[in-house]
């Protein structure tokens, strides 16, 4: 394992144990899994991930690199939670998912290996579990090359945000377990936006994310008050 110090182990020991249920579309990962066709149809419509070179930051489980290779992308996937990456690895075996391989390194560290070695650059449920964003943000900018895009998806740092994804998401809906998020380590669009220049990538579209408790719906809107996504070019 490549070590680095942006990295919260106790954040890591926490995918970690619950790692053996990620691709249990009824655990702790049920929201992944909902928004996973979000987010990868988003990404599609934009990049068009066929013959792409990708590599997905924060993989965990590996669920929205899987998708990602199964449009046709060359995936790579690359977390430092050893046992998530491990459920990635034997999904993609049973699953006998094409062109996806998975690796134990912190993003900083395969930037300094790999610059400008990728078209796509996806890093999503990440910025907000480290930390410092702007390590991982640089690091994003770095891996891509020039003209490529960088995906990140994140939750917004304000009353209203946490009280949807900490008190509901977590105590009152108990879609995510206990302690998931930190809300000191939210982001504000802003924020990253700064993050994202600051690193030479220029922001090209915003997109909220909004969940409805009743019909269990997730659905992409212009409202980034809580989860958003953003998309970058390098320049």
């Not at 699953?95 to 930037?111: G, I």
């Not at 924020?191 to 719906?217: F, I, K, V």
């Amino acid at each position: 394992m490549t070590a680095h110090t942006n990295a919260d182990p106790a954040e890591l020991a926490k995918f970690s144990e619950l790692a053996h249920r990620w691709w249990d579309p009824q655990s702790e990962f049920r929201p992944l899994h909902q928004i996973n066709p979000l987010r990868l149809d988003w990404i599609d419509s934009l990049v068009g991930l066929s013959g792409k070179r990708v590599l997905d930051v924060g993989c965990g489980g590996g669920i929205l690199s899987d998708s990602m290779a199964r449009r046709g992308a060359d995936v790579t996937g690359i977390d430092l939670a050893t046992k998530a990456l491990k459920v990635a690895q034997l999904h993609a075996l049973e699953a006998a998912t094409p062109n996806v391989r998975y690796l134990e390194t912190s993003v900083e560290a395969l930037a300094a290996e790999q610059p400008a070695s990728f078209d796509v650059v996806t890093c999503m449920e990440m910025i907000e579990h480290v930390p410092d964003p702007s390590s991982v943000v640089r690091a994003c900018s770095a891996l891509v090359k020039p003209g490529g895009w960088v995906f990140f998806s994140t939750i917004n740092r304000n009353p209203k945000a946490f009280l949807f994804a900490i008190v509901g998401a977590e105590y009152v809906l108990r879609l995510l377990p206990r302690g998931t998020h930190e809300y000191a380590k939210f982001v504000r669009p802003a924020e990253l936006a700064a993050h994202c220049r600051d690193s030479g990538l220029a922001l090209d579209h915003m997109r909220g994310m909004e969940y409805n408790p009743l019909t269990q719906r997730y659905w992409l809107s212009g409202d980034t008050s809580v989860n958003y996504l953003v998309a970058t070019r390098k320049a």
